[in-house]
């Protein structure tokens, strides 16, 4: 019978067939003309056999059992290709049994059985990384991007294993779906080094990756990458949006501008006109709409969804939740613009786009029926459990933070403190946000002020670390200044000096 694995070959009857010994006959019962002997024969339909078996134990995730069928079959006939895709499998069954020292033989052996067998290499390059390897990690995908840059001169002359008259990847075929077995795509490889260069601060190169990432988006060979929803590859404006990031780090203002504005106008033609952008709380905490895993996916390149077997409410969610993907991207464009401009010191251009990143946000409003019990509460479990609410609430203050240093420096501290203000409020533990709220309050006398929000800091600081393991992207960083330890101690005298004299004088 068919499996969750979408294997074109019925097992259960090969399976059988092989038990039976009844090879050699037709549907018609009439004998078979033999191209190999029957005991060759045999032997490659019980490698098929044990290959689909042992693959189907690992979809069910009894890695244990499926290593142990896969051993069976890597001892059976099989091509050099079906024996590398074996020890792909049992290395990625080890890897998940905690082995990963197993796992890396396993995918060594993959690769000394078929120098084609790209995913091993991958899969080893992800075990490097849990080990925390790095040389290893990049040494291995900078090996893969090589040899995929070059994969049709590569594959030329191999593919076909001589040796074997009748070969098991004949008669079983892996399912597109199988992201171990499947070729290993270049943009993939590709977004991990930028990704991993970017991690680690090696911002110069993570740039150069990221650059040739944008530049294979205009080239349709690359375009079906993003069709089929792959979830271990981020969408196209999620790798825009890093980007962008990598740019800044490395100073690269103008690049930084140029990138953020080719997203945001692409963005910005698919967001509503309306004023408003309502997040209603029932629709998002329901129980069936909130697991991502269940929604339906949402192409972004051909505005189309897969709407089979998904309700119409599920559908509606999907698009709305689509449409809030949009604002924040283009938010995002707007942020890294105006962090641009302020590094290029040009005040006025980078206000601009503060602002046009806040009045984007300032659209999303999550609203609660009356009938759900006390909104507050369902609003803040609402924002404390969907990442885009809290991606919604960090821009925010990012921005107005942004926009407030720039209004200080044009010597509007009025402004300057509201928007801080306005940041607390967005995103309560941001320290940045604190640290410069104290700063305008002392410029403008109110030093009282200042030294009860200094008192607070230390709450919000501690607030700050405990959350800074909190998954947000990759591209959702400040880079603006930071505040550094030495700062922080300097306002610390400020005002402890500020307290210990008002104490002497009442």
Not at 65 to 88: H, P
Not at 167 to 174: A, C, D, K, S, T
Request: proline share 2%; glycine share 4%.
């Amino acid at each position: 019978g068919s499996s969750g694995s979408g294997l074109n070959t019925h097992s259960g009857d090969l399976w059988q067939c092989v038990k039976s010994g009844d090879l050699l006959k037709d549907r018609n019962g009439s004998d078979l003309t033999l191209v190999l002997s029957l005991t060759s024969l045999g032997e490659l339909i019980y490698t098929c056999a044990m290959f689909i078996r042992g693959f189907r134990k690992m979809e069910e995730g009894n890695y244990l059992e499926a290593v142990d069928i896969l051993e069976q079959a890597a001892e059976g006939l099989c091509s050099k290709r079906i024996l590398a895709e074996i020890y792909t499998l049992i290395g990625h069954c080890s890897a998940q049994m905690h082995r990963p020292q197993t796992a890396l033989q396993y995918f060594r052996w993959a690769l000394q059985a078929d120098i084609q067998c790209l995913s091993a290499l991958y899969h080893a390059a992800m075990v490097y990384r849990r080990l925390e390897m790095v040389d290893a990690e990049l040494e291995a995908l900078n090996h893969l991007s090589v040899a995929l840059e070059s994969w049709d001169q590569y594959k030329v002359g191999n593919d076909v294993d001589s040796q074997v008259l009748i070969r098991p990847e004949q008669l079983v075929q892996i399912p597109a779906t199988c992201h171990l077995l499947t070729s290993v795509n270049w943009v993939h490889v590709k977004h991990s080094l930028a990704g991993r260069f970017l991690q680690m601060g090696r911002v110069e190169a993570a740039a150069e990756h990221y650059l040739d990432l944008l530049a294979s988006f205009l080239e349709e060979s690359q375009q079906e990458i993003f069709v089929v929803a792959d979830h271990t590859i981020p969408r196209i404006p999620e790798i825009y949006l890093e980007a962008a990031v990598a740019l800044l780090h490395c100073q690269r203002f103008n690049d930084v501008i140029t990138v953020s504005e080719e997203l945001a106008s692409k963005m910005t033609c698919l967001i509503s006109e309306k004023l408003t952008f309502e997040i209603t709380v029932n629709e998002w905490l329901s129980s069936d709409c909130s697991k991502s895993t269940e929604a339906p996916e949402i192409n972004t390149s051909h505005q189309t969804c897969h709407l089979n077997s998904f309700s119409e409410s599920q559908i509606l969610w999907a698009k709305k939740k689509e449409t809030l993907n949009y604002i924040l991207w283009a938010a995002t464009a707007f942020l890294y613009q105006g962090q641009a401009f302020a590094l290029l010191k040009n005040n006025k251009e980078s206000i601009t786009n503060f602002t046009r990143c806040v009045n984007l946000l300032l659209k999303v409003q999550v609203v609660c029926p009356p009938d759900l019990g006390v909104p507050d509460d369902q609003i803040e479990t609402l924002k404390k459990n969907m990442i885009e609410v809290k991606i919604l609430q960090k821009l925010k203050s990012l921005a107005f933070v942004g926009r407030g240093i720039q209004l200080a420096e044009r010597g509007q501290n009025l402004e300057a403190l509201q928007n801080f203000q306005l940041s607390l409020q967005a995103y309560h533990d941001s320290f940045e946000a604190v640290y410069h709220l104290v700063e305008i309050l002392w410029k403008l006398e109110r030093k009282q002020e200042a030294v009860a929000f200094w008192l607070k800091q230390a709450e919000a600081e501690k607030r700050h670390k405990a959350n800074a393991s909190e998954e947000f992207p990759i591209f959702l960083i400040s880079c603006l200044k930071e505040i550094s330890t030495s700062e922080e101690e300097a306002v610390s005298k400020m005002m402890e000096g500020y307290r210990s004299s008002f104490a002497k004088r009442t």
